[in-house]
Nanobody, 124 residues
Framework: QVQLVESGGGLVQAGGSLRLSCAAS????????VAWFRQAPGKEREFVAA????????YYADSVKGRFAISRDNARDTAYLQMNSLKPEDTAVYYC?????????????????WGQGTQVTVSS
């Protein structure tokens, strides 16, 4: 079992930056692929970014490519999502997710563990 706790959300103006953190309870964090998803009001949960077990491979949704960066520090059992040049359409609850195995996927249903989410609000 892995427990994930997100932090770092908040209110920011368009063009600003935020850094989300995802702290894992498990000491075997390095054996999990990690992803960030988001869900805006009235919309389905959507994939944002993913990273493999070592951090050597990442993948992004087209909507955030070039603005967001996913990373991880396995020594600290923590993953991050650096969000720059934020837009009002980035407003959503952001969720961290982890899956057994070292390969990531964009499919939410394949992730075993989820955090409680952190709200990100971008004002225009």
């Amino acid at each position: 079992q892995v427990q994930l706790v997100e932090s770092g959300g908040g209110l920011v103006q368009a063009g600003g930056s935020l850094r989300l953190s995802c702290a894992a309870s498990s000491g075997t964090f390095s054996s999990y692929a990690v992803a960030w998803f988001r869900q805006a009001p009235g919309k389905e949960r959507e994939f944002v970014a993913a990273i493999n077990w070592s951090g050597s491979s990442t993948y992004y949704a087209d909507s955030v490519k070039g603005r967001f960066a996913i990373s991880r520090d396995n020594a600290r059992d923590t993953a991050y999502l650096q969000m720059n040049s934020l837009k009002p359409e980035d407003t959503a609850v952001y969720y961290c997710a982890a899956k057994s195995g070292v390969v990531y996927t964009t499919q939410a249903r394949r992730y075993n563990y989820w955090g409680q989410g952190t709200q990100v609000t971008v004002s225009s």
